[in-house]
């Protein structure tokens, strides 16, 4: 049994930083990529950043320069650091941790920005 935390959601003011934290833990053998996905009210879930085992990361490019993905292999973490916010990026952020034999998603936690 895998289980896979989400933290650091909240609200904040247009322009603002948040940064979000997702841990893994239980029966984890190998994790591959990790990532932040997200889901505004009424939309499909979608891609914000992803990152490799040796630190290769792919953004959305609605949040490229804005938000930064990193991760810690040996407490199985992956932070999502995210400036300049806008009132779009206002959604419920999932984590999703891949590895050999498992695909694991967190429960999500709710970022709301303000305008």
């Known amino acids: 049994q895998v289980q896979v935390v989400e933290s650091g959601g909240g609200l904040v003011q247009a322009g603002g930083s948040l940064r979000l934290s997702c841990a893994a833990s239980?029966?984890?053998?190998?994790?591959?990529?990790m990532g932040w996905y997200r889901q505004a009210p009424g939309e499909q879930r979608e891609l914000v950043a992803v990152i490799s085992k040796i630190g290769i990361t792919n953004y959305a490019d609605s949040v490229k320069g804005r938000f930064t993905i990193s991760r810690d292999n040996a407490k199985n973490t992956v932070y999502l650091q995210m400036n300049s916010l806008k009132p779009e990026d206002t959604a419920v952020y999932y984590c999703?941790?891949?590895?050999?034999?498992?695909?694991?998603w967190g429960k999500g936690t709710l970022v709301t920005v303000s305008s």
């Open positions: 999703r941790i891949v590895g050999a034999l498992m695909d694991y």
């Open positions: 239980g029966s984890i053998f190998s994790i591959n990529t």
